[in-house]
Structure formats: structure tokens, C-alpha cells
């Protein structure tokens, strides 16, 4: 069975990158294609594959501003010569399921979102960027909507990766989808030993982009308030305001390397998850040492945070919904015990994501391929 991997760009190591590695384990000997490779940010299991770029990395400063190149993106992925495969899997969050395949392939789409910047998030995204493409967005949107819409007729397979995108990818292109979450490598946060509750004088995190839409400014602005301790981990465009904004018990570290991220989620009270993600891998990392999260009940976080044993949700975007939230969580803090964190983050190691996705086409594809997802070698279990 020849197969071919496409992805829409692949510039580091993200949620959805993790999921091709995961795919490159399964199909050892799959190709790869993408607009846009930096192989010195890719794992070395990705970089074991042969790669086809498309002519967009070879256009005037592409390997850095890939994404301002997204009005040739539709052309470019409709250039790749997929001729004699048997099996195409595309990797959607930007350009990908558009790819032309055999008559009698079988191309599943793996949907990370629809993309954001033209769908439910554009107007976030116009209101954040610079005064050029401002100008520029309402005239390549148009006409990339209709080829989004569109080329969704090329997919045999849709696979969401949450209920949430699933209604999502039914809204956007009338399309049903299966859902299979995503793979979390949680190995590297499981605690040595069983951990106790965080102290009741253990600060509060944020973990993430600080920028507008993933809504950091609630969470400060909520530990300010209420003389809570904070540590915020990430930097973006808004670190300058919120700084400003901030109290004295809120600590902003920036980026930090990995060892100081797994000992912030371990040292923790609880991780405050304000925004609007479709799926959530941070939620399920401080999960995995053994801390609560308190979330905006809204997104991918409503299918991995279970209420009242691993973490609560909020209702409202607001700093009076996040307040409440953390006032409800200290009067009832036993029951979130950390075993239970732990293990509800367990349910979503690779291994499964492995499984499930040969299952899912094994009850998909035709016969002809049938005896090739046969002989796929077990996908063993996580370490």
C-alpha cells in the first residue's frame, strides 16, 4: 500500500505535527508532502521521510512568512502528483484535504479545525493583524472560502479531532465526521512518585499564547483581584498590557525551557484555561502531574476535564466568571485528588490515537487494501 502524508506547513513540532509523527509511525514509508518544510525543527521520525515541498517554499521569504502566501496555497497543493496512491491522508488547519488523488484512492482528512482565519475566527484574526493585510483579507477571503467549501467533495473520510471540531467541520462544509482525539505524549509528565494536593499557598497558572483571543487578560485580571498568586507561562503581543494591568501576586516568567514547564504544572494549585481551544493538549499535560484545571466550559477542554473530580468549568468569558470559579474550587478542593488527574490524562496517550485511527479505516476502506491494514504491525502500547 503506497501512502502520502499532507500537512500544511511543517515548521516545528505543534499539536499537529505530533499527529503526523504518530501517522509516520503507523506508515513507515509513507511520503510526505507540505508547502513548507524546516526539517532542523522537525522530530527525526518525521525527517526519516522523503519530504516534497510545494513552490511555495521556493517564493521570496517563505520560510518565515509561509502564511502570507496562503491566497497561492489552493494552487500550490493542487500542483503535488499524487499518482499510485493508494492511500492519502491530509492533515487539516490550513491548505491540505485539496490535494488531487486517483479515482480510487481512499483520502481521509484528519481535521485539526477548519481554517480558523477564514471561518469562525476571521474576524479575530483581521481585528489582530497589521494594517496591510487588513486591507488585503476581505479580498482573497471570498474566493478561498469557495475553494475550502469546494475541495471538502475531494474527501472520502472526515476524522475530527474532538465532538467539537466534528460540529464544526458539519457547519462549515456539510460534511459528517468521526472523532478520534488527538495524540498527548504524556511520558515525560507522569510523576516519579504519587504527588499530594498542591498546598492551599501553591500559585495559580496560565500556560500559552498571550494574545487576545485565548483570553489570558480574564485570568490576570481574576488572581488580581482576588490577591491570588499567579504564574504566567508564554508571550505574545498582549505580555505588555497584561504586565501592566497586573498585581503584585502575579509572576510572568516568558518562555520557559521544558524542565521549568513540567515543574510550574507540577507546582501548581490549578491551571486556568480561559479560552476557546479545539482540542487543549495543556489541560491534559498539567492533567498528567496531577493538578486540577479550571476551564471555560466551551471547546475540546468539555471532552478531557471531567466537572468536580479532575476540574470545573466556568460559563461566561469574564473576570467575575473566573473569580467564581476560583473561589467554588477552594471550598471544595479534596475531591479533585491527583490519581484522578492522573488517570483521566492517560486515556489519551499515542497508542490509542494508533489504534484508533487503523480501526477507523479498516472499517473505511475498500477491500483491496484490506489485507495491506492487516499486515500494519500491532501499535503496541505507550511508554
Known amino acids: 500500500m503506497k501512502v502520502a502524508i499532507v500537512h500544511y506547513w511543517l515548521v516545528g513540532m505543534r499539536g499537529g505535527e505530533k499527529v503526523i509523527e504518530e501517522l509516520c509511525r503507523i506508515f513507515p514509508d509513507a511520503d510526505i508532502f507540505t508547502h513548507v518544510a524546516d526539517p532542523s525543527n522537525l522530530s527525526d521520525t518525521i525527517n526519516r521521510h522523503t519530504i516534497t515541498e510545494s513552490f511555495i517554499a521556493r517564493l521570496p521569504g517563505a520560510r518565515k512568512h509561509y502564511q502570507k502566501y496562503l491566497p497561492l496555497m489552493p ?96 457547519k462549515t462544509w456539510r460534511r459528517e465526521a468521526a472523532v478520534l482525539h488527538p495524540p498527548v505524549d504524556l511520558s515525560a509528565f507522569r510523576p516519579d512518585t504519587p504527588p499530594s494536593p498542591a498546598p492551599s499557598d501553591a500559585p495559580y497558572l496560565y500556560a500559552g499564547e498571550l494574545v487576545g483571543y485565548k483570553r489570558p487578560d480574564l485570568v490576570v485580571e481574576a488572581c488580581t483581584r482576588l490577591n491570588r498568586p499567579l504564574v504566567v507561562i508564554g508571550d505574545g503581543a498582549a505580555k505588555q498590557q497584561l504586565m501592566a494591568d497586573a498585581g503584585p501576586t502575579v509572576t510572568f516568567l516568558g518562555r520557559v525551557q521544558f524542565d521549568a514547564l513540567k515543574a510550574a504544572y507540577r507546582n501548581c494549585r490549578a491551571l486556568v484555561f480561559p479560552g476557546i481551544e479545539d482540542f487543549g493538549i495543556i489541560p491534559l499535560e498539567v492533567m498528567a502531574t496531577g493538578r486540577p484545571v479550571l476551564a471555560y466550559g466551551k471547546g475540546g477542554v468539555l471532552e478531557t476535564v471531567v466537572e468536580g473530580q479532575t476540574g470545573t468549568f466556568f460559563d461566561a468569558q469574564t473576570p467575575e466568571a473566573v473569580m467564581a470559579a476560583i473561589n467554588d474550587f477552594e471550598a471544595r478542593e479534596a475531591p479533585y485528588a491527583p490519581a484522578a488527574c492522573i488517570a483521566q490524562a492517560e486515556k489519551f496517550g499515542p497508542a490509542r490515537f494508533r489504534r484508533g485511527f487503523v480501526e477507523l479505516l479498516r472499517a473505511h476502506a475498500p477491500d483491496r487494501l484490506l489485507p495491506a491494514l492487516d499486515a500494519l504491525a500491532d501499535q503496541g502500547s505507550d511508554p
Open 75 to 170: 494552487r500550490a497543493i493542487e500542483g503535488f502528483d499524487l499518482t499510485g496512491y493508494d492511500l492519502v491522508i491530509s492533515s487539516e488547519a490550513g491548505p491540505a484535504k485539496g490535494v488531487i488523488t486517483d479515482p480510487d484512492a481512499l483520502h481521509l482528512c484528519y481535521v485539526h479545525s477548519p481554517m480558523r482565519y477564514l471561518w469562525d475566527q476571521y474576524w479575530v484574526y483581521k481585528s489582530q493583524a497589521g494594517r496591510a493585510a487588513r486591507l488585503m483579507m476581505p479580498l482573497f477571503a471570498h474566493g478561498l472560502r469557495i475553494w475550502d467549501a469546494a475541495s471538502a467533495a475531494r474527501v472520502d473520510i472526515f476524522v475530527a479531532n474532538s465532538e467539537f471540531i466534528a460540529r464544526r467541520v458539519a
